[in-house]
């Protein structure tokens, strides 16, 4: 029994040999590149020395842990992460949301096509183009935005340094950015309600506002949901670039991230154990999160991402 | 009767109001959105010597292409070009090479163990192993200063081959069953019948695979540190925002020191030919946008 399920075993690989070395190369790929980081994250419990490596270096235990939980900057770090995704939640997250609505609203499809061209178009530009112009803007020597406020009688504001100001210029940054992207999976979830919903609301005597309220809005409630719950799930990521190249001396006690603050004392300062360390701290509790908020999802009767 | 066709009168009288509404907002909106490209643009094409930093302008006071034609002369911006062209063209071609056959093999119901590799390309989406594992490895790997650096740890992605499958799932297997009857092996029937069907999905995965290698800054932040194989983006970093810091920036410093061409015009100069590519291949990726936003939706 045992040696002809081998056996069958062996056919069927023999059989589709072609099909393992179609997925060789990728398969390789995972290993490689995901698995082995993801064994090198036990340095996070030794004194890493490249020198030694890992299987020479010293164990600590949670020393590394212990440390980053006492040190003033883990409440930084915390601090600045959720200052930035609550006000992305608050203000970035509705905006794709009312954009679909007006969008959906045309009746002028060339019109329409235009206005969806021009605002997705800033989602494909890098940051470092988006921070760039942002600094051809708002800088205070000779921003854009800074002239013109001259010119109409005001003072000059120093956007980019003020630290009252960083987390603020930071939405607005990716509102510019992603606000128009973010329209897609609503105005695809819009085009799937039942347009016998509309007429039999214009029969009621529904106006607009009214449909968009009472069909439009509950048309696309899960999806709204679902996408509300996988961002809460995320709550403990800041795109690492933005806030890299946004970061200045003025601003940096605002501004500095877990990554951040992985790059500068990992990369910059070869503190590996320690960074690595940091890294798995934020990597353990988004996970905790991300298989929370799907459980969530289900909850609410979506099938959730995973 | 008379009071039904006065109810629908004023009904399309506020709907004349409220499209006229939402088309300005919307107008409105889309203003908003384009007028820091357009500024970048204006800035770009004026003229060197009559341009004015501390004055606003919504035209250029002289047309003048002479911070493009400087740009243009400098080794260090042409290489960095040539850097990222390289990236956007071999990465994007065995990134996609890569992708679609693995996708394609676990795809195919009958292969033993896909419910392993399936479990083990998943895990990968759920758990991120943070910033320095993949840096030491990198490192140990000893492709640090090399190009591959900037390739082989983005190659592929769990999200991207999870989708592909997807796709790949919806080809129904009869096709593959009747290519068999007719005598077609695998390779075959890969060759045959698979590839050519999935050709304009290939071409969506392709365009957001080289708008992701073109915008290429932090693995070239992390990997490379000799400037002569920088890409585009990390050049732009050093001339946009880290001017200041210039010094250390090799390449910008060299370029920015020796001309009489204002920053300004020169920065948005390099600002628009980035943008060129992307506006290039924009209108094809507008077909696809569905399926980028399904993987930019679930992604990260």
């Known amino acids: 029994m045992g040696a002809s399920r081998l056996k069958q075993m062996w056919s069927g690989i023999a059989r589709d040999k072609f099909l393992y070395v179609l997925a060789l190369p990728g398969l390789l790929y995972f290993l490689i590149f995901k698995y082995v980081p993801m064994w090198g994250i036990v340095i996070s419990f030794q004194n890493y ?10 164990w600590v235990g949670f020393e590394h842990f212990q440390r980053f939980f006492a040190n003033p900057d883990f409440y930084t770090l915390f601090r600045n992460t959720m200052a930035i995704n609550v006000l992305s939640l608050v203000f970035f997250f509705p905006l794709p949301i009312l954009l679909s609505l007006m969008l959906n609203e045309v009746r002028t499809m060339v019109y329409k096509k235009i206005i969806q061209s021009i605002v997705y178009l800033p989602h494909f530009l890098s940051w470092v183009i988006i921070v760039g112009i942002t600094f051809l803007l708002f800088s205070t020597g000779d921003g854009a935005i800074n002239q013109l406020l001259v010119a109409l009688g005001f003072a000059k504001f120093d956007f980019l340094t003020n630290k009252n100001f960083f987390w603020g ?3 607005a940054q990716s509102i510019w950015k992603d606000a128009g992207w973010g329209t897609i999976i609503f105005l695809a979830s819009m085009a799937s309600i039942d347009p016998q919903l509309y007429e039999a609301g214009k029969m009621d005597g529904a106006g607009r506002f009214r449909q968009m309220w009472h ?16 961002r809460i799930g995320h709550i403990m990521d800041v795109g690492f670039e933005q806030v890299f190249l946004m970061m ?9 991230v877990f990554d951040t603050y992985v790059y500068r004392l990992g990369v910059k300062q070869g503190q590996f154990s320690y960074s690595t360390a940091v890294g798995l701290f934020k990597s353990v509790v988004g996970l905790l999160l991300v298989i929370g908020a799907n459980k969530l999802a289900k909850k609410f009767g979506e099938d959730g991402v995973y | 009767m008379s009071e039904q066709v006065h109810a629908s009168a004023i009904t399309t009288k506020s709907d004349r109001v409220f499209n006229i509404v939402n088309a300005v ?3 409105i909106l889309g203003i908003i959105t384009f007028f820091p490209l357009y500024y970048v643009f204006v800035v770009s094409f004026s003229d060197p010597s009559s341009y004015i930093s501390s004055e606003f302008k919504l035209l250029p006071v002289k047309w003048s292409l002479a911070s493009y034609k400087y740009l243009m002369s400098t080794d260090a911006f042409i290489r960095s070009i040539g850097n990222s062209a390289f990236l956007a063209i071999i990465g994007t071609a065995l990134s996609l090479f890569v992708t ?10 009958r292969l033993q163990g896909r419910k392993i590799m399936m479990l083990m390309i998943l895990l990968t989406t759920l758990f991120n192993p943070g910033i320095i594992p993949p840096y030491l490895l990198v490192r140990d790997l000893h492709l640090i200063n090399s190009t591959w650096s900037l390739i082989l740890p983005v190659l592929t992605s769990g999200w991207y081959v999870l989708l592909m499958k997807g796709f790949f799932d919806s080809i129904p297997a009869s096709l593959e069953e009747s290519a068999r009857i007719d005598g077609c092996n695998d390779i075959s029937v890969w060759y045959r019948i698979i590839l050519p069907l999935s050709l304009p999905s290939l071409a969506a995965f392709g365009l957001f695979y080289a708008v992701a290698y073109w915008n290429t800054f932090f693995t070239a932040l992390l990997y490379i540190n000799d400037f002569t194989k920088q890409p585009l983006q990390v050049l732009l ?26 920053p300004e015009t020169l920065k948005m100069a390099a600002v628009v030919i980035a943008t060129v590519p992307i506006l290039l291949v924009y209108p094809f990726l507008q077909k696809h946008f569905a399926k980028g936003a399904m993987v930019g939706s679930v992604k990260e």
């Open chain 2, 237 to 262: 970093q050093n001339m946009l925002i880290d001017a200041s810091t210039a010094a250390g920036g090799g390449a910008a410093a060299e370029m920015m020191s020796e001309q009489r061409i204002p």
């Open chain 2, 100 to 109: 679609s056959c693995l996708s394609y093999a676990i795809s195919r119901k």
């Open chain 1, 49 to 58: 020395s490249p020198y030694q490596g890992v299987l020479g270096s010293p």
């Open chain 2, 25 to 27: 907002l919307l107008a």
């Open chain 1, 248 to 256: 200045n001396g003025a601003v940096s006690e605002v501004a500095d």
């Open chain 1, 169 to 171: 210029m930071l939405t």
């Open chain 1, 215 to 230: 069909i439009t809005l509950p048309g696309i409630r899960p999806v709204i949901i679902i996408l509300l719950i996988l």
